[in-house]
T-cell receptor, first 117, second 112 residues
Framework: DTGVSQNPRHKITKRGQNVTFRCDPI?????LYWYRQTLGQGPEFLTY????????KSRLLSDRFSAERPKGSFSTLEIQRTEQGDSAMYLC???????????????FGSGTRLTVV | AQSVAQPEDQVNVAEGNPLTVKCTYS??????LFWYVQYPNRGLQFLLK??????LVKGSYGFEAEFNKSQTSFHLKKPSALVSDSALYFC??????????FGKGTKLSVIP
């Protein structure tokens, strides 16, 4: 297992187009998170899955954003009708629920950098 | 609501000197605290975490951090800085939920 994988690494799209990003978490991790990071800021929480259930969505996640994790493994984040303000790095992370030292370890992917022109 | 403050946007230190990157937090309940490092156009790499136990936590690449409950701080330290330590450092907190809340980050520049 090589960690959390995100594809694509970079995406340039025209305003108004739809884009979809994919995240493959660490295989035994049942929790998956999406974060957004804009220039000069720390990552901001977008949404969280435990297995296939989406348990929380930030108010940052407008109606144009949708995330899925259909089989409790990989996840996709789709942005419809992209706007220039959507330009950011989209980070995926995974973790394992439970207790103990190995828990509460969040592993991040390298991110997908979206540029909307 | 939980929050993290990193009061310094940038820290400059000479190679070989000790470095400190500051972090303070605000939470209800017992905090779980984390430090991550980010290199240009890359994701976040885990450095260390405080969950419980000893207030001094040792992590990757010679970094350590001290949890101070009375001052609500979790400063990152390293005895001798390397040029390769130059990067963006993020402090994060989790308390009673599953999401991490990050600070704005501190850019560390180690000068040869």
């Amino acid at each position: 297992d090589t960690g959390v994988s995100q594809n694509p690494r970079h995406k340039i799209t025209k305003r108004g187009q739809n884009v979809t990003f994919r995240c493959d978490p660490i295989s035994e991790h049942n929790r998956l998170y999406w974060y957004r990071q804009t220039l000069g800021q720390g990552p901001e929480f977008l949404t969280y899955f435990q297995n296939e259930a989406q348990l929380e969505k930030s108010r940052l996640l407008s109606d144009r954003f949708s995330a899925e994790r259909p089989k409790g493994s990989f996840s996709t984040l789709e942005i419809q009708r992209t706007e220039q303000g959507d330009s950011a790095m989209y980070l995926c992370a995974s973790s394992l629920s439970g207790t103990g030292g190995a828990i509460n370890s969040y592993t991040f992917g390298s991110g997908t950098r979206l540029t909307v022109v | 609501a939980q929050s993290v403050a990193q009061p310094e946007d940038q820290v400059n230190v000479a190679e070989g000197n000790p470095l400190t990157v500051k972090c303070t937090y605000s939470v209800s309940g017992n905090p779980y605290l984390f430090w991550y490092v980010q290199y240009p156009n890359r994701g976040l790499q885990f450095l260390l975490k405080y969950i419980t136990g000893d207030n001094l936590v040792k992590g990757s690449y010679g970094f350590e951090a001290e949890f101070n409950k009375s001052q609500t701080s979790f400063h990152l330290k390293k005895p001798s800085a390397l040029v390769s330590d130059s990067a963006l450092y993020f402090c994060a907190v989790k308390a009673g939920s599953y999401q991490l809340t990050f600070g704005k980050g501190t850019k560390l520049s180690v000068i040869p």
